[in-house]
Protein backbone atom coordinates (compact mmCIF):
# COMPACT_ATOMS: atom_id res chain seq x y z
CA UNK A 1 0.00 0.00 0.00
CA UNK A 2 1.01 3.44 -0.89
CA UNK A 3 1.07 6.17 1.43
CA UNK A 4 1.59 9.93 1.11
CA UNK A 5 2.04 12.17 3.48
CA UNK A 6 1.18 15.46 3.95
CA UNK A 7 4.57 17.78 4.72
CA UNK A 8 5.61 21.39 5.11
CA UNK A 9 8.72 21.63 5.99
CA UNK A 10 12.09 20.05 4.74
CA UNK A 11 12.12 18.29 8.46
CA UNK A 12 8.99 16.94 8.04
CA UNK A 13 9.78 15.67 4.14
CA UNK A 14 13.08 14.02 5.80
CA UNK A 15 11.29 12.64 8.58
CA UNK A 16 8.41 10.45 6.34
CA UNK A 17 11.07 9.21 4.16
CA UNK A 18 13.07 7.58 6.98
CA UNK A 19 9.73 6.03 7.77
CA UNK A 20 8.68 4.51 5.33
CA UNK A 21 6.57 7.06 3.21
CA UNK A 22 6.49 6.50 -0.60
CA UNK A 23 5.18 9.88 -1.44
CA UNK A 24 4.98 13.18 -0.48
CA UNK A 25 2.45 16.34 -1.06
CA UNK A 26 4.33 19.41 0.02
CA UNK A 27 1.93 22.33 1.11
CA UNK A 28 2.83 25.60 2.95
CA UNK A 29 1.24 26.33 5.78
CA UNK A 30 -0.75 22.55 6.86
CA UNK A 31 -2.50 24.46 9.71
CA UNK A 32 -4.47 26.42 6.98
CA UNK A 33 -4.85 23.03 4.88
CA UNK A 34 -2.01 23.61 3.13
CA UNK A 35 -1.19 26.28 0.50
CA UNK A 36 0.87 26.57 -2.65
CA UNK A 37 5.04 25.59 -1.37
CA UNK A 38 7.75 28.15 -2.38
CA UNK A 39 10.17 27.58 -4.88
CA UNK A 40 12.56 27.31 -1.77
CA UNK A 41 10.82 24.76 -0.21
CA UNK A 42 10.53 22.83 -3.42
CA UNK A 43 14.34 22.67 -3.90
CA UNK A 44 15.28 21.83 -0.73
CA UNK A 45 13.03 19.27 -0.26
CA UNK A 46 13.93 17.37 -3.57
CA UNK A 47 17.60 18.11 -2.54
CA UNK A 48 16.63 16.47 1.49
CA UNK A 49 14.92 13.18 -0.09
CA UNK A 50 14.72 10.61 -2.81
CA UNK A 51 10.63 11.06 -3.21
CA UNK A 52 7.54 11.97 -5.48
CA UNK A 53 6.83 15.25 -4.54
CA UNK A 54 3.44 16.37 -5.58
CA UNK A 55 2.83 20.07 -5.22
CA UNK A 56 -0.63 21.66 -3.48
CA UNK A 57 -1.47 24.49 -5.86
CA UNK A 58 -3.63 26.52 -3.73
CA UNK A 59 -3.13 30.35 -3.75
CA UNK A 60 -5.29 31.53 0.05
CA UNK A 61 -7.21 29.73 2.50
CA UNK A 62 -10.84 29.72 2.68
CA UNK A 63 -12.78 28.14 -0.39
CA UNK A 64 -12.44 26.98 -3.77
CA UNK A 65 -13.85 29.36 -6.09
CA UNK A 66 -11.05 31.36 -7.83
CA UNK A 67 -11.33 34.43 -9.61
CA UNK A 68 -10.20 34.61 -13.27
CA UNK A 69 -6.73 36.48 -11.19
CA UNK A 70 -6.21 33.41 -8.53
CA UNK A 71 -6.45 31.20 -11.39
CA UNK A 72 -3.34 32.62 -13.26
CA UNK A 73 -1.24 32.76 -10.20
CA UNK A 74 -1.81 29.35 -9.97
CA UNK A 75 -0.67 28.86 -13.43
CA UNK A 76 2.51 30.50 -12.96
CA UNK A 77 2.77 29.00 -9.78
CA UNK A 78 3.06 25.38 -11.60
CA UNK A 79 4.52 26.71 -14.32
CA UNK A 80 7.68 27.89 -11.87
CA UNK A 81 7.73 24.44 -9.82
CA UNK A 82 7.73 22.57 -12.87
CA UNK A 83 10.81 23.75 -13.05
CA UNK A 84 11.73 23.25 -10.01
CA UNK A 85 11.35 19.52 -9.98
CA UNK A 86 7.92 18.96 -8.64
CA UNK A 87 6.41 15.35 -10.07
CA UNK A 88 3.12 16.26 -9.76
CA UNK A 89 0.30 18.76 -8.61
CA UNK A 90 -2.72 19.13 -6.20
CA UNK A 91 -5.31 21.15 -6.56
CA UNK A 92 -9.51 21.69 -6.82
CA UNK A 93 -10.95 24.55 -8.40
CA UNK A 94 -14.92 24.75 -7.75
CA UNK A 95 -18.03 27.04 -9.10
CA UNK A 96 -20.67 28.91 -6.59
CA UNK A 97 -22.93 26.49 -6.96
CA UNK A 98 -20.00 23.63 -6.07
CA UNK A 99 -19.91 21.91 -8.75
CA UNK A 100 -16.42 21.39 -10.77
CA UNK A 101 -15.02 24.97 -12.41
CA UNK A 102 -13.96 22.75 -16.07
CA UNK A 103 -12.45 25.82 -17.15
CA UNK A 104 -10.15 26.79 -14.32
CA UNK A 105 -9.17 23.18 -14.22
CA UNK A 106 -8.82 22.15 -17.76
CA UNK A 107 -6.40 25.15 -17.92
CA UNK A 108 -4.32 24.30 -15.12
CA UNK A 109 -4.09 20.51 -16.15
CA UNK A 110 -3.01 21.38 -19.91
CA UNK A 111 0.28 22.48 -18.13
CA UNK A 112 1.29 19.38 -16.79
CA UNK A 113 1.29 18.39 -20.76
CA UNK A 114 0.15 14.72 -19.90
CA UNK A 115 3.38 13.98 -18.33
CA UNK A 116 2.43 14.87 -14.76
CA UNK A 117 -0.46 13.70 -12.86
CA UNK A 118 -2.99 15.73 -11.17
CA UNK A 119 -4.61 15.05 -7.91
CA UNK A 120 -7.79 16.83 -7.60
CA UNK A 121 -8.31 17.42 -3.92
CA UNK A 122 -10.89 17.51 -1.02
CA UNK A 123 -12.75 20.20 -2.82
CA UNK A 124 -14.34 17.23 -3.95
CA UNK A 125 -15.92 16.83 -0.58
CA UNK A 126 -18.04 19.46 -1.13
CA UNK A 127 -19.52 18.58 -4.99
CA UNK A 128 -23.70 18.07 -5.16
CA UNK A 129 -23.38 14.92 -7.76
CA UNK A 130 -20.57 12.60 -7.59
CA UNK A 131 -20.94 10.15 -10.14
CA UNK A 132 -21.36 13.68 -12.76
CA UNK A 133 -18.22 15.06 -10.65
CA UNK A 134 -16.02 11.55 -11.48
CA UNK A 135 -17.15 11.17 -14.99
CA UNK A 136 -15.63 14.79 -15.75
CA UNK A 137 -12.61 14.97 -13.54
CA UNK A 138 -11.93 11.27 -15.61
CA UNK A 139 -12.24 13.04 -18.86
CA UNK A 140 -10.06 15.93 -17.76
CA UNK A 141 -7.41 13.51 -16.82
CA UNK A 142 -7.03 13.22 -13.17
CA UNK A 143 -5.61 10.86 -11.81
CA UNK A 144 -6.36 10.95 -8.02
CA UNK A 145 -9.03 12.38 -6.19
CA UNK A 146 -7.87 13.31 -2.56
CA UNK A 147 -11.23 12.80 -0.36
CA UNK A 148 -13.16 11.83 3.10
CA UNK A 149 -16.09 10.69 1.28
CA UNK A 150 -17.93 13.99 1.76
CA UNK A 151 -17.40 14.27 5.41
CA UNK A 152 -14.73 15.79 7.73
CA UNK A 153 -13.21 12.72 8.22
CA UNK A 154 -12.97 9.49 6.49
CA UNK A 155 -16.20 8.03 5.51
CA UNK A 156 -15.78 3.96 5.03
CA UNK A 157 -19.14 4.03 3.49
CA UNK A 158 -19.13 6.66 1.19
CA UNK A 159 -15.43 5.39 0.19
CA UNK A 160 -16.37 2.17 -0.37
CA UNK A 161 -19.24 3.55 -2.47
CA UNK A 162 -16.48 5.90 -4.24
CA UNK A 163 -14.52 2.87 -4.98
CA UNK A 164 -17.29 0.68 -6.19
CA UNK A 165 -18.04 3.51 -9.17
CA UNK A 166 -14.50 3.90 -10.23
CA UNK A 167 -13.93 0.51 -10.41
CA UNK A 168 -16.75 -0.16 -12.61
CA UNK A 169 -15.58 2.14 -14.76
CA UNK A 170 -12.03 0.29 -15.63
CA UNK A 171 -10.35 2.44 -12.04
CA UNK A 172 -8.95 5.43 -14.18
CA UNK A 173 -9.07 7.33 -11.06
CA UNK A 174 -7.69 6.58 -8.05
CA UNK A 175 -9.24 7.14 -5.11
CA UNK A 176 -7.31 8.14 -2.39
CA UNK A 177 -8.37 7.92 1.10
CA UNK A 178 -7.74 11.44 3.45
CA UNK A 179 -8.59 13.26 6.07
CA UNK A 180 -8.43 11.34 9.38
CA UNK A 181 -6.64 8.16 8.14
CA UNK A 182 -4.91 6.38 11.12
CA UNK A 183 -3.63 3.31 12.63
CA UNK A 184 -7.14 2.50 14.08
CA UNK A 185 -8.90 2.63 10.49
CA UNK A 186 -5.38 1.79 8.39
CA UNK A 187 -6.25 -2.00 7.94
CA UNK A 188 -9.78 -1.08 6.57
CA UNK A 189 -8.27 0.76 3.80
CA UNK A 190 -5.90 -2.21 2.68
CA UNK A 191 -8.63 -4.84 3.35
CA UNK A 192 -11.23 -2.98 1.40
CA UNK A 193 -9.04 -2.76 -2.12
CA UNK A 194 -7.51 0.90 -1.48
CA UNK A 195 -4.24 0.95 -3.23
CA UNK A 196 -2.91 4.36 -1.61
CA UNK A 197 -4.39 6.37 1.49
CA UNK A 198 -2.76 10.49 2.70
CA UNK A 199 -1.81 10.69 6.17
CA UNK A 200 -0.05 13.64 7.78
CA UNK A 201 1.70 11.50 10.74
CA UNK A 202 2.10 14.19 12.74
CA UNK A 203 2.52 15.37 16.26
CA UNK A 204 2.48 18.13 18.34
CA UNK A 205 6.50 19.23 18.78
CA UNK A 206 7.57 21.75 21.37
CA UNK A 207 9.23 25.07 20.57
CA UNK A 208 10.07 28.12 22.53
CA UNK A 209 7.47 30.38 23.71
CA UNK A 210 6.18 33.78 23.14
CA UNK A 211 4.10 36.28 25.00
CA UNK A 212 2.37 37.47 20.98
CA UNK A 213 0.99 34.31 19.48
CA UNK A 214 1.57 36.06 15.91
CA UNK A 215 -2.35 34.94 14.92
CA UNK A 216 -1.18 31.28 14.82
CA UNK A 217 -3.81 28.90 14.89
CA UNK A 218 -1.76 26.33 16.44
CA UNK A 219 -1.24 26.14 20.63
CA UNK A 220 0.95 28.22 22.18
CA UNK A 221 4.86 27.02 22.22
CA UNK A 222 3.92 24.32 19.59
CA UNK A 223 3.97 23.26 15.86
CA UNK A 224 2.84 20.05 14.31
CA UNK A 225 5.75 18.39 11.85
CA UNK A 226 5.35 14.82 10.83
CA UNK A 227 7.79 12.78 12.57
CA UNK A 228 9.16 8.83 11.69
CA UNK A 229 7.36 7.44 14.35
CA UNK A 230 4.41 7.95 13.45
CA UNK A 231 5.05 6.99 9.81
CA UNK A 232 6.09 3.67 10.77
CA UNK A 233 3.10 3.43 13.50
CA UNK A 234 0.91 4.16 10.53
CA UNK A 235 2.75 1.57 7.96
CA UNK A 236 2.79 -1.18 11.15
CA UNK A 237 -1.10 -1.29 11.02
CA UNK A 238 -0.49 -3.25 7.43
CA UNK A 239 2.25 -5.25 7.58
Not at 90 to 103: A, M, Q, R, W
Not at 218 to 224: A, S
Amino acid sequence: MILEVCVDSVKSAVEAEKGGAHRLELCASLELGGLTPSIGLLVSVKKSVNLPVFCMIRPRSGDFVYTACEVDVMATDMEYLIAAGANGFVFGCLNVDLTIDEHACRRLISICKDQLPVTFHRAFDLVPEVDESLKLLNTLGVRRILTTGGGNTVDRVALGNLKKITDANGGSITILPGGGVNRGNMRYWKEMGFDEVHASCSEYIEEQEYGVTFNSPLPRGKRKQTTTRKVQELLSAVL
